[in-house]
């Protein structure tokens, strides 16, 4: 099994910037993909951003496009989202995901990912 925690949320300003970790643990080398997402309720999950472990593709929503940077470090067992220019329409639970099936068809769909950390709260205020 795959472990995922979060970290990193918090409250800022209009403009702000924030970087959250997730630290996966387990049987981390069956990850095949990773990804961030985000939840206000009454809302579906929503992708973020996603990337291939040990590689450097990446994909992002394109809300997060330009403003978002997702990284890793596989040594680590670690993902990050910097997030830069905060909006209050970025105030949401932000979850870590993971994928341990080489194939997929929809990257940034919740539904492909099995994995989930418990996630971190970000909120942006005006």
């Known amino acids: 099994s795959v472990e995922l925690v979060e970290s990193g949320g918090g409250s800022v300003q209009t403009g702000g910037s924030l970087r959250l970790s997730c630290q996966a643990s387990?049987?981390?080398?069956?990850?095949?993909?990773m990804a961030w997402f985000r939840h206000v309720p009454g809302k579906e999950r929503e992708g973020v951003a996603m990337a291939r472990s040990g590689h450097t593709y990446t994909h992002y929503a394109g809300h997060a496009e330009g403003r978002f940077t997702i990284s890793q470090d596989k040594a680590k067992n670690q993902l990050y989202l910097t997030m830069t220019n905060l909006q209050p329409s970025d105030t949401a639970m932000y979850y870590c995901?993971?994928?341990?099936?080489?194939?997929?068809?929809?990257?940034?769909?919740?539904?492909?990912?099995?994995?989930w950390g418990q996630g971190t709260q970000v909120t942006v205020s005006s």
């Open positions: 387990g049987d981390t080398h069956l990850i095949k993909w």
């Open positions: 995901a993971a994928r341990t099936e080489q194939y997929l068809p929809f990257p940034l769909s919740y539904t492909q990912y099995a994995n």
